[in-house]
Structure formats: C-alpha cells, structure tokens
C-alpha cells in the first residue's frame, strides 16, 4: 500500500485516509498559494475593466457622446475582451458596456462612445 504524503510538504501522513495535510500549518500554506492564485486573475481583470472604463471616459469627456475610429481606440490600450454588460437592441444594434460608460459599433470601424443610460434596464440596482 502506497503511503500518503502531505500535499504541501510531502512528509508521510497517519491517521484518517481522508488526511491531506500533515497539520494546520500545511494545509493554511496549501489554500493561501491556491487563492494567490485566483486572485492575481481576478486582478489582472479588474485591472482591464479599469483600464478600459478610463479610456471612454477620457474620450467622452464632457460630452454625452462622441465618434472613434476602432485602430484610435486600440492604439489607447483598450481591449476588446474585456466589458461588464451588453445591451441587445434590434436589428444587432448592441450596446457593450464597461461599467457606465460603453460602445456601439457603427460602419467603417467607428464607434459611438456613450454613457451608459441611467434609467434602470430589466432587474439592475
Ligand atoms: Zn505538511
């Protein structure tokens, strides 16, 4: 029968078959470096969202809503990937949203740069 090491240290285990870890100090260090893990993930999103949400802002400025060209909006950093919310419209009119502020695609890689509507959509606090 093979003998049941810790997870963390590798030091042979005793007692329940159940047994994962050789003691607290083990199984803390384990689940410590597994949530790291996670949250440098959810991190790096958060930190996109932010990103992205700076950029519309800084180019809506004061202005409800404004034109740019796709390659401006790259060319800022924004990344595609990365949205909180989509508003489906008609006739594939969507609305991409990060945060309050969003995107419409519009003809010859434009898009319309808008606040977000501050009237409640479906079930939003
Ligand atoms: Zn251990």
Same mark, same amino acid.
């Not at 093979?2 to 963390?8: I, K």
């Not at 932010?50 to 409800?64: D, H, T, V």
């Given at each position: 029968?093979?003998?049941?090491?810790?997870?963390?240290?590798?030091?042979?285990?005793?007692?329940?078959?159940?047994?994962?870890?050789?003691?607290?100090?083990?199984?803390?260090?384990?689940?410590?470096?597994?949530?790291?893990?996670?949250? %440098?993930? /959810?991190?790096?999103?958060?930190?996109?969202?932010? /990103?992205?949400?700076?950029?519309?802002?800084?180019?809506?400025?004061?202005?409800?809503?404004?034109?740019?060209?796709?390659?401006?909006?790259?060319?800022?950093?924004?990344?595609?990937?990365?949205?909180?919310?989509?508003? %489906?419209?008609?006739?594939?009119?969507?609305?991409?949203?990060?945060?309050?502020?969003?995107?419409?695609?519009?003809?010859?890689?434009?898009?319309?740069?808008?606040?977000?509507?501050?009237?409640?959509?479906?079930?939003?606090?």
């Amino acid at each position: 029968m093979n003998q049941r090491r810790c997870e963390e240290c590798n030091s042979p285990l005793k007692g329940r078959s159940d047994k994962r870890f050789c003691g607290d100090y083990c199984r803390n260090t384990y689940h410590n470096r597994k949530h790291q893990k996670r949250n %440098r993930v /959810r991190y790096a999103t958060h930190q996109k969202l932010q /990103r992205n949400r700076q950029i519309l802002k800084e180019i809506l400025g004061s202005k409800a809503r404004r034109v740019i060209g796709r390659e401006q909006l790259i060319q800022l950093g924004f990344d595609f990937g990365f949205l909180t919310e989509i508003l %489906r419209l008609t006739r594939g009119q969507n609305y991409y949203y990060i945060y309050d502020v969003g995107y419409r695609l519009l003809e010859a890689n434009r898009l319309l740069i808008v606040h977000k509507d501050k009237r409640p959509l479906a079930i939003s606090s």
